[in-house]
C-alpha cells in the first residue's frame, strides 16, 4: 500500500534549481534509500519531505493527506519523522530520559492534566514500557542511565533512531545515518533499521553515502543528480544503471 506519494516538486534557490520535477512512490513497510553525488539534491528533498523546507511547486501526499504545506511539527504529528546527520540529544538527560520525553502520548504533560495524576499515571506507565521495548530494539538497554553526552557517535545515532520510533512515527527520513561511524557499528545500525523496519512496519528513506555498507539492505534505491530522479529499482540495477554510472563518475 503507498504511503508517500512526491508529485513534480521543484525547489529553488535564488537562480539556482535544485529539486526539478522529482516524482516518487514509496509503498508501506519498505526500507528506500536515495543516492547520488554532492549537490544532487538529496537532503533538499528530504527537507521538503518533512516540512522543513517549501516546495515552489508539487505536492507531497503522506498516507492520503496533502501535507505540501505543513511545517515539521505539523508533519511529524502526521507520522512521518525525520532525524539528522548530527544527532541532537538532550545531552545532560540520561538516554532513557531522552526516549521519555520523545513521546507525545502522556497526557500528564498537559496544564490542564498534569495536577490530575489518575489522569496520566497510566499514560506514564505505558511510555515506559515503550520506552523499554524500543531501547531493547536498538540495543541501548544497558546504557538506559548513561547521560546521552557519553554515548558513542553510533550509539547516539541509534538514540536517534529510537526517539524517532517513540513518537509514533509511520515513516522515518535518515540523514546518513552512519556517517562517521566504524564499519561494524554501520552493519549494525543498518540491521537494525532493517529489522525494525520489517518487524513494525515502518517506512524508512535514507539517504547515505557509504554504499558498499547501506546498499545491502534497501528495498528498491532512488538515485538522483543534478535535481531529478535518473534511474530506481534494485540497488544491483541501480548502480549498474548507465546515467548512475555517469553522475558518479562523469563522463
Not at 111 to 120: E, G, N, V, Y
Not at 129 to 149: D, F, G, R
Not at 170 to 195: C, W, Y
Not at 204 to 222: G, M, N, T, W
Amino acid at each position: 500500500m503507498g504511503i508517500l506519494s512526491i508529485k513534480e516538486i521543484t525547489k529553488h534557490f535564488g537562480g539556482l534549481t535544485v529539486l526539478d520535477g522529482v516524482n516518487m512512490d514509496l509503498d508501506e513497510g519498505n526500507l528506500y534509500q536515495l543516492i547520488g553525488p554532492n549537490g544532487s539534491g538529496k537532503t533538499t528533498l528530504i527537507n521538503v519531505i518533512s516540512g522543513l523546507l517549501k516546495p515552489d511547486s508539487g505536492k507531497i501526499i503522506f498516507d492520503g493527506a496533502d501535507i505540501t504545506n505543513k511545517s515539521l511539527y505539523q508533519t511529524y504529528k502526521t507520522g512521518l519523522v525525520r532525524t539528522w546527520q548530527i544527532p541532537q540529544p538532550f545531552v545532560n538527560l540520561t538516554t532513557e530520559e531522552n526516549f521519555l520525553v520523545s513521546s507525545n502520548k502522556n497526557s500528564g504533560e498537559s496544564f490542564l492534566f498534569a495536577p490530575l495524576k489518575p489522569k496520566w499515571k497510566g499514560d506514564e506507565r505505558k511510555v515506559s514500557q515503550t520506552a523499554a521495548e524500543i531501547m531493547e530494539m536498538v540495543n541501548l538497554t544497558e546504557k538506559k542511565n548513561l547521560q546521552s553526552q557519553n554515548l558513542s557517535g553510533g550509539q547516539q545515532k541509534l538514540l536517534e533512531l529510537g526517539r524517532a520510533m517513540m513518537s509514533g512515527a509511520r515513516m522515518i527520513l535518515m540523514d546518513e545515518p552512519i556517517a562517521g561511524v566504524n564499519p561494524t557499528l554501520a552493519h549494525e545500525i543498518f540491521k537494525k533499521i532493517s529489522q525494525i523496519c520489517k518487524e513494525q512496519k515502518i517506512t524508512f528513506l535514507i539517504v547515505e553515502h557509504r554504499l558498499d555498507i547501506a546498499l545491502q539492505y534497501s528495498d528498491k534505491v532512488f538515485a538522483m543528480d543534478r535535481g531529478k530522479i535518473i534511474a530506481q529499482g534494485t540497488s544491483d540495477e541501480v548502480i549498474k544503471h548507465p546515467k548512475v554510472i555517469e553522475s558518479y563518475l562523469g563522463e
